[in-house]
């Protein structure tokens, strides 16, 4: 409040340097995963490691002609009127 010039310079020189370093780690970094797994940049920023560990087996089994079973997804839960059901007879 007293000082905004002041204020607006950290906050310029801040953005400049959270710049720099992205260009020089992050970027580089994102663009080796999405030439390595076939996965576009936002999905990569947005995929967990155990994710891409996982898109990177499946890319490199596929290489190698081995097959690799279908990811197991659990049934969903089913509600009634707002209640959990344990079974559905």
Do not use: W
Request: negative net charge; proline residues 6%; aromatic residues 8%.
């Amino acid at each position: 409040r007293e000082r905004p010039r002041n204020m607006a310079q950290y906050s310029v020189s801040d953005a400049v340097a959270t710049f720099y370093l992205y260009e020089k780690y992050v970027h580089l970094f994102i663009f080796s995963l999405c030439t390595v797994i076939p996965l576009g940049p936002e999905d990569v920023l947005r995929k967990g490691s155990g994710t891409l560990c996982e898109s990177l087996l499946v890319v490199e089994a596929r290489r190698a002609d081995v097959l690799c079973p279908n990811k197991q997804a659990d049934p969903l839960a089913s509600f009634h009127k707002g209640h959990l059901l344990e079974g559905e007879t």
